[in-house]
């Protein structure tokens, strides 16, 4: 039996490239966040306060959450879940950015082993 017929288990890989128009609101929202979070030790606190404050792309991991996009999804849970973000050089028109890529690598490999 393949593993797609054995396991009730599916690794969804999400890869987002957002636009930061604003720092200083999304910096202001994590740090609130932070702040909001009572069950997080007071020394964690401030070392993600720092974090926040010096980086926007850490601002905005403390801000998005993907338990926000599989949770009412019906009948599924979320068992692990791990993201990072990190500034990068955008450029929509270069072939390094073209999302179908992995689509067509993962048909690739499907057509050559079936």
């Known amino acids: 039996m393949s593993t797609e017929e054995t396991s009730r288990f599916v690794r969804l890989r999400v890869e987002l490239v957002v636009e930061v128009e ?14 909001d979070d009572v069950e997080m030790p007071a020394d964690e606190q401030a ?3 720092g974090a926040v404050t010096e ?7 403390y801000l998005v959450d ?5 949770s009412e999804v019906p009948g599924v849970e979320l068992v692990q879940a791990s993201w990072s973000s990190e500034r990068i050089d955008y450029d929509p028109d270069s072939p390094d950015w073209d999302l179908d890529e992995d689509d067509e690598d993962a048909e690739d490999e499907e057509e050559a082993a079936g």
């Open 22 to 35: 604003q720092e200083d609101a999304v910096t202001k929202a994590a740090l609130e966040r932070i702040a």
């Open 47 to 49: 070392h993600a306060e």
């Open 55 to 61: 980086d926007t792309a850490e601002a905005l991991a």
């Open 66 to 70: 993907p338990f926000d996009l599989v």
